[in-house]
């Protein structure tokens, strides 16, 4: 009776502590690499050695206000074509010119709101069927492709355990199964691997959490 009683209050403990574990690591490892950024700026101007001690989370304030300057800066009028000259110089170097143009791209579709990416959850079957996969509509393939497979809808699956590597794949739009739950409840789904299952609720209040109202 006491063993039971001893590993329940464990197993508790373990719900508490790694879920806050995690996150406490992930911060630091974040803040840990936005501390490395002031490297760039020359030794005797770095804040350890102006304080004479490490300060943590320096890094991330730097990365912030950098981040705010530079939207300061692009949206006048000699920073914009500042940014434009930089984009059309980065434009003429092959390697760097694909990178930059894909990452940019991403950042535009996520950060200015001006896709619906990732804001449908679907039901596709894949790899094979009768064996569905949770995705996200990522958007609408071009013209070309539109009219030589019909209508159709581009759709990213995460990798359970690591979200950041996936397959996207092109799929008929006729094939394509809406799920009631919110992007958050199928990220979570995915990453605990099925463990953490999407509580049910109202249509109307995932289509909000979906961006489709």
Known sequence: MFKKKLKRVFITGLVVVVPAGLTIYILFFIIGIMDNLLLVIPERFQPDTVFGFHIPGLGAIFTALLILLAGVVTTSYLGNKIVEFGERFVGRIPVVRSIYQAIKSISDSVFTNKTK??????????????????????????????E???????????????????????????????????VEEAFTLIISTGVVIPRDRPRAAVIGDNGNS
């Open 148 to 182: 030589k497979l019909g209508p159709t809808e581009g759709v990213y699956f995460p990798h359970a355990l690591t979200p950041t590597t996936g397959t996207y794949i092109i799929v008929p739009r006729d094939e394509i199964i809406d799920v009631n739950i919110s």
């Open 117 to 146: 990416s990732f804001k449908r959850v679907v039901l596709v079957e894949y790899p094979r069927r009768g064996i569905y996969s949770i995705g996200f509509v990522t958007g609408t393939p071009n013209r070309e492709i539109q």
